[in-house]
């Protein structure tokens, strides 16, 4: 089992719209939590972090369930700029120093 | 720009060279970070360095690959006798954060092709 699973897509969404993905982890010792966003053929950038309680910034939800091992990110009035692909990222910390990524999941927005 | 540094951004080489692939990080940032992204797949870590040192290598596939930060600056990722499989966009990211923790900013890669 992969340490972090996404659904690859593609979401095909019109404009306005509100999307939800989900992303789920295997190691019950994660500790922190991302989402960042990758434009195609271009660097992944931080989206936002997502902690314990849930955060919000402006179109972007993200909210965590550790006792599913769960994450998601809802983006609400889709914009056609938020076509890219979506990483769900996680930190285990104290053991390798590293953030382990998903495959991603990528949003089409259309007219 | 201020923004990490990745030479060169295209790389094309014949299976069994040598490459090196350059990193030069956001000034004042501490933590390095070597990943390897193939076509469709999320980023791979590869190595981890904090300062000059390699903190976790656990990522590198091979001995084949190795990497060094000799100032605690730039870094170089070295791959011997490259394979057809070695062929991905190799990311650089740097952080003013330890550990993993907080954003990593991200170079915009270095595409990798061995024929």
């Known amino acids: 089992r992969k340490e972090v699973e996404q659904d690859p897509g593609p979401f095909n969404v019109p404009e306005g719209a509100t999307v939800a993905f989900n992303c789920t982890y295997s190691?019950?010792?994660?500790?922190?939590f991302f989402w960042y966003r990758q434009d195609c053929r271009k660097e992944p950038k931080l989206l936002m972090s997502v902690y314990s309680s849930g955060n919000e910034d402006g179109r972007f939800t993200a909210q965590l369930n550790r006792a599913s091992q769960y994450i998601s990110l809802l983006i609400r009035d889709s914009k056609l700029s938020d076509s890219a692909t979506y990483l769900c990222?996680?930190?285990?910390?104290?053991?390798?120093?590293?953030?382990?990524f998903g495959t991603g999941t990528r949003l089409q927005v259309t007219l | 720009g201020a923004g990490v540094s990745q030479t060169p951004s295209n790389k094309v080489t014949e299976k069994g060279k040598y490459v090196e692939l350059r990193c030069d990080p956001i000034s004042g940032h501490t933590a390095l970070y070597w990943y390897r992204q193939s076509l469709g797949q999320g980023p791979e870590f590869l190595i981890y360095f904090q300062g000059t040192g390699a903190a976790d290598d656990s990522g590198l596939p091979n001995d084949r690959f190795f990497a060094v930060r000799p100032e605690g600056s730039v870094s170089t990722l070295k791959i011997q006798r490259t394979e057809r499989g070695d062929s991905a966009v190799y990311l650089c990211?740097?952080?003013?954060?330890?550990?993993?923790?907080?954003?990593?900013?991200f170079g915009e890669g270095s595409r990798l092709t061995v024929l």
């Open positions: 990222v996680v930190n285990v910390e104290g053991t390798a120093s590293k953030l382990t």
């Open positions: 990211a740097s952080s003013p954060y330890s550990r993993g923790l907080g954003e990593l900013f």
């Open positions: 190691n019950s010792a994660s500790q922190s």
